[in-house]
Every structure is written in C-alpha cells, then in structure tokens.
C-alpha cells in the first residue's frame, strides 16, 4: 500500500505553519521562537562570554555550545524525564556542529557561546525547530556569522517524499496500514542557504540512494521558505529602526545621525574627551 | 546589478548586499564569489565604495582609548582585575593609579573588591587581554550613586552630540553622570534626581530611534523636573565629572 494523502491534509511539498520572533527573552543577549506546527522552540544566546574552566579555552577562536533540552511536559502523551538523556545530548552535538559551520567566533578566543534551546511542546522535527530557533537567536546576539542556518526534515513514506513530517508520519506504521517500518525514513537536513551547503543529514530508516538525493533536492526548496520566515523576524524586531532612522536623516533633526554617532566604530571618544584635552 | 541595499537599512546575515566588484567589503560583510554578503546584523552604512554594517547588538568589546567603568572583582600581585562588562577582564596595574604605590603595599587600601572605578583602555592585544589606565584627569575610584546598565550600542546617543545630551540630563538633575563605553552609566545625586536621570536614559534607549529625540528629551526632562533647560553644546562637558 501507498501513502496517497497526507494525515493532516497538507499536500507532500507543503511545510507545517511557521512563526518566528526575535528578541523574546530580555535577559538574554540574544533570543528567538520559531514554531513549525505544533513544534514549538525557545533559544536564548549567552555571550560570547569568559569561559571556564580554562582547560575547555581555545586560544584560536571562541567555542559554541548547545544544549538542547524537551521541557518534560512536551511530548505527545508521555512525560519526558527530565536532565540530560543519550537523545538530547546527541541532538545538542549535532545542533553545535550544524550552527558552528556558519559562525565565526575568532573575534573572541578563550571565549563561549552558549545556547539554550527549550522545547515546551513537541510534535516531531524538533532538533529542526531548533537549530531554526537558534540560528535566529544567534544573529540577535550580534555573533558574526556567514548565513542563518535554515533547517527541515524530508521523510520518505510508500513511494511519496514529503516534507516536514509530524509525529503521526514519523510513526506512520501505527497509523496506516500496509505500511512497514522498512517503507518509512525521517531525514534532518540543515542548509546554508547561501551556498546551498548541508551543515546537518541524519537519517531513521532505509531509503535508496535516488531517493534520497530526490529529498536533499527538495529540503533545500523547504529550507528556503523556513530561511524566509526566519529573516523576517530579525527584521520585524528592528523594523521601526529602519524607517525612522532613514528619516531622521533625511530631516537633519539635529541630533546624533551624522556619522560621528550613528558609528559606534569611530568617535565617540572624542566626544566625551573634546573640552578635556 | 550593483548595491542591493539602501543605506541605513536593517540587514541580517547571509543577505547580499551587493552583486558585482563595485564595492569593497567593511566590518561586518564578506565577499562571496563576486556577492558582498552580510555576516552581523545591524544598519548598512556607506562610506563611498565601501559597505560596512553597523551592529545594532552584541557585547561590547574593548578598544583602546575608551573611557570605561569597571568593578575590581580580584587583586593580582602587581594590579587588579577588572570586570568591564565585556567577554573578557581587564588588568589595571598598580603603576597606573592616580597616587604612587610602595613595593609590598596592600593593594586593597587603594581598590578594594567589588569597588568601582572610571579607567581608560590603554591597550587591547590579538587575544583581547586588556590593559586600563587610572592614570588621566577624571579617571578615579567611583563612591556612592548608583550603575545601571544600557545597551553598549546606544552609548552614543546618551552622550548626544559633544555630549549634548548628557549634559542636558545633568542640568536637569544636577546629577553627575559618567556614561562608559562598555555600557554602565554611573549616576550620582539626590535620590528622586538619580531616579529622573534613569527614567531619562531609558527613555533615550527606547526612542533614539524616533526623530527629534533631543527637542522631546529637552521637553521630557523639563516637564518631570520644572528646570529650565537651555540646548548647549555642551560646551561645559569633559565627559568625567
């Protein structure tokens, strides 16, 4: 038997719907939301902050870490014990290793990058929703990176690709039947979506070779459309800045939009020194 | 073809900025086969050919000749260290204070733990270890009045045009205030004073944005403390006292 039509409707190439908000939690030196259905993802960034215990340092260039963790009241149905488990903390390897091939932290060596990825609720692609959460939260820290990682997960069910599966799809054998454990695969894939370049492939099940590379061809359309979502919510949170600080130059309004003070860069010690030397 | 972007518009990484040779790359971008990408958030400024960002988040992160207000936090054998608000420590040395300090002498009856201090980067090296100086007219130990923290990026704006601002706040309040580099701004005066000079700055962080800040600040401040205020240059401001 074949997978025709999706459980909840959506056609094969459609995405659950997203949201995504910048700048949510004020302590924090950067912050995001992103939803993907009803996976949703909390990140806070951290630093780059000192380091410790000095061994971890690398004087080369400033690490990344992060720590993924499912709240325990967030699955579907059972509580997840809380505390670190074999699952999240490969799900937190992966994610640092998806997010450190697009950042660059040699500005800060000895330093850390923390990053904190919360799920209060999950309904299958979390690691996805949170590398997604988390690469927002990374630009909103102010971390010098190459691109905003954008992540998706492709499945195979019968002969059918489909994009951003939920939990029932990743469990389709309960679901549906004639379908066996061998006819479905669930693939993690994060890309930069400038260089179209992988930074993140797992894979639960057995595909063939064609079809996997039919999927990757399509994570990265996917991944596309998350990228959207994802830019847009950074600039949401400083859309107010765009207009009114293009006016006030425009207007002349005597303060502050000449160059000696919209560049943090340049002279602002002149100011505070110029009647004192 | 060309620029992609308008100046002072708010750009994410991965964006591209611009897609041919034309224009050569500033903080904040990097080139991408023949594309000019965004690699921080922040504003897009040009300055001729050149497209650099200007961040609009981020920790602060030393630079020399910045005025900074630190907190002694440990006492080395020849100096302290500092907490500047930043990633990384500070070490003030026992020669650069204000008065001369004896072989052997205890440290901590000049800045002791968890005192503040107003001190100059004098150094920053490759690896970010930061040198800071108590030596200079106004640099000193900091007593009494209050910190509080504001967003390292939005310094400029406190201190206003030749410190416009600031001073403005002072005459208001008769405060004095000293605004770092790094962020912490130390306020000093009478108790419902220090707390107008905080609404005042908070108000500056959340609005610098809007036009005429300076017009609406005047207004704000006259209003809350019934002084008249006249729009100085500053002329009469050092930044430190």
Redesign the interface.
């Known amino acids: 038997m074949d997978y025709n039509k999706r459980l909840d409707g959506r056609d094969f190439d459609e995405l659950r719907p997203m949201e995504a908000k910048a700048g949510i939690i004020k302590k924090a ?2 912050s995001a939301m992103f939803r993907m259905g009803n996976t949703v993802a909390y990140a806070a960034v951290y ?4 380091l410790f215990p000095k061994f971890m340092q690398d ?1 080369k260039k400033g690490i990344l870490r992060c720590n993924y963790n499912m709240m325990p009241f967030s699955g579907a149905g059972e509580r997840v014990r809380p505390g670190p488990s074999r699952r999240s903390k490969e799900i937190s390897a992966v994610t640092e290793k998806a997010l450190s091939a ?1 950042v ?1 932290l040699s ?5 850390v990058v923390d990053v904190y990825i919360e799920l209060p609720q999950t309904d299958a692609g979390s690691r996805c929703c949170g590398i997604n959460a988390a690469a927002i939260a990374l ?10 990682v954008a992540a998706v997960a492709i499945g195979h069910a019968g002969s059918k690709i489909v994009v951003d599966l939920n939990y029932e799809e990743e469990h389709l054998p309960h679901y549906l039947e004639g379908l066996t454990d061998k006819d479905v695969a669930d693939i993690p894939v994060a890309i930069i ?3 179209g370049e992988i930074s993140l492939l797992q894979m639960d099940g057995i595909v063939q070779k064609e079809v996997l590379f039919k999927a990757l061809h399509k994570a990265k359309a996917a991944a596309m459309l998350v ?1 959207e979502v994802q ?1 847009n919510a ?2 949401e949170k ?5 207009e ?6 425009s ?1 002349g ?4 939009n ?1 160059d ?6 340049s002279d ?2 002149d ?6 030397n | 073809m060309g620029l992609l972007v ?5 750009v ?5 900025l611009a897609d041919d040779l034309g224009f050569i790359p500033g ?2 971008t ?1 080139r ?1 086969n023949h ?1 000019l ?1 965004c ?5 897009i ?1 040009m300055e001729g050919k050149v497209v650099k960002i ?6 602060y ?1 030393p ?1 020399r ?3 900074v207000i630190g907190r002694v936090f440990d006492i080395l054998m020849a100096g302290w260290r500092i907490d500047i608000n930043s ?3 500070a070490v003030l040395s026992s020669k650069e204070t204000p008065e001369f300090i004896e072989r052997n002498e205890d440290l901590s009856r000049h800045f002791d733990l968890d005192e503040h201090l107003v001190c100059k980067v004098t150094n920053v090296t490759s ?2 270890l930061v040198d800071v100086s108590c030596r200079d ?2 640099l000193r130990k900091l007593r009494g009045g209050r910190i509080i923290n504001v967003n ?2 939005k ?3 406190i ?7 600031v001073s403005m706040i002072k005459q208001a309040t008769s405060c004095r205030i000293i ?1 770092g ?1 790094n962020g912490l701004v130390w306020i000093d005066g009478e108790p419902d004073k220090e707390n107008i000079a905080v609404e005042a700055i908070r108000k500056i962080e959340t609005e ?8 609406r600040m005047k207004t704000y401040l006259e209003e809350v403390t019934g002084v008249k205020l006249s729009l100085s240059d ?7 006292q």
């Open positions: 030196d950067g630093g780059p902050r000192e004087p697009v660059d500005d800060s060596p000895n330093a630009a909103d820290a102010g971390i010098p990176m190459k691109d905003i979506p400038s260089t990228n830019r950074l600039k400083f859309a107010t800045n765009i009114s600080d293009y006016e006030e130059n207007n309004s005597g303060f502050s000449n000696n003070n919209t560049d943090v860069s602002n010690n100011n505070q020194f110029d009647e004192n | 308008k100046d002072k518009q708010v994410v990484p991965g964006d591209i903080f904040g990097y991408n594309n990408v690699s921080r958030l922040g504003l400024n200007i961040p609009l988040s981020g920790k992160l630079r000749n910045d005025i990633p990384y420590s690896q970010n007219q106004g390292t990026h310094v400029p704006r201190i206003g045009k030749k410190g416009s601002m605004v580099q610098s944005h809007i036009p005429g800040l300076t017009d500053g002329g009469d401001y050092n930044g430190l």
